[in-house]
């Protein structure tokens, strides 16, 4: 039996109606998978930049908790350093000022002479040489030019032996100078400096740990007193 034009168009719309219902089925199928497939790498990628994130900002938590520790380890030694500093400084300024009191000593010519002596004396037991030339302040060469007899002979009493002292007239110490002596033999190759500022330095380098104590007590941390 032939079919009519009627009934083959109606088959072509038919098939077609199928044909474009199989294909909208097809894209949505595609679709959703698509859809699908996006959302689980678009999950990934979230997941691994929120990953780089977090480990970006433990990096810089890190970083800004080391920072912290350094700045505050280093503002501690600037304290510390300054907190020395002032000590140092206030130890200073004992010193300095029992340096400017030398010069009281001086104005003393009784008590000055009697130090003159001793000073003198001092350096010649050390030197142990025949012939001392000895350097003065020129304020002081009258007064040291007076004492020489007495500190020759009790020198000689001492050791028993001869010597010979003579006031350096050409060479000077230092007006600058608070006072005290400086002993010379062999020519000037041989010294011993008694001058009162080396005296004070040397007595300084025994007491500054005691300055040190006196002022500011005992450091618990130090395993020695020097």
């Given amino acids: 039996m032939a079919l009519s034009d009627a009934d083959v168009q109606k088959q072509i719309k038919h098939m077609m109606a199928f044909i474009e219902q199989e294909a909208n089925e ?3 199928e595609i679709d959703a998978k698509a859809e699908e497939e996006f959302n689980i790498e678009k999950g ?3 997941q691994q930049q929120r990953l780089k994130i977090m480990e970006y900002y433990e990096r810089k ?3 800004v908790e080391l920072q912290k520790k350094i700045q505050s380890s280093n503002m501690l030694n600037q304290a510390r350093l300054k907190a020395l500093k002032v000590r140092e400084d206030h130890v200073r300024n004992v010193l300095e000022d029992a340096r400017k009191r030398l010069g009281e000593v001086t104005r003393n010519s009784s008590r000055y002479n009697e130090i003159l002596h001793k000073l003198i004396l001092q350096g010649l037991y050390q030197l142990l040489e025949p012939s001392v030339n ?3 302040r020129e304020a002081d060469k009258s007064a040291v030019q007076g004492i020489l007899s007495s500190i020759a002979d009790e020198y000689k009493k001492a050791t028993g032996k001869d010597i010979n ?3 350096d007239t050409e060479s000077y110490l230092s007006a600058e100078t608070t006072g005290g002596v400086e002993l010379q033999a062999q020519k000037g190759r041989i010294k011993i400096v008694n001058t009162m500022e ?3 330095d040397l007595i300084a380098q025994q007491l500054v740990p005691e300055i040190r104590s006196a002022l500011f007590g005992r450091n618990p941390n130090r395993k020695f007193a020097d």
């Fill in 61 to 63: 938590e890190k970083q």
């Fill in 134 to 136: 000895i350097r003065v």
């Fill in 26 to 28: 097809k894209a949505e």
């Fill in 198 to 200: 080396a005296r004070l």
């Fill in 44 to 46: 990934r990628l979230v």
């Fill in 165 to 167: 002292l003579k006031v």
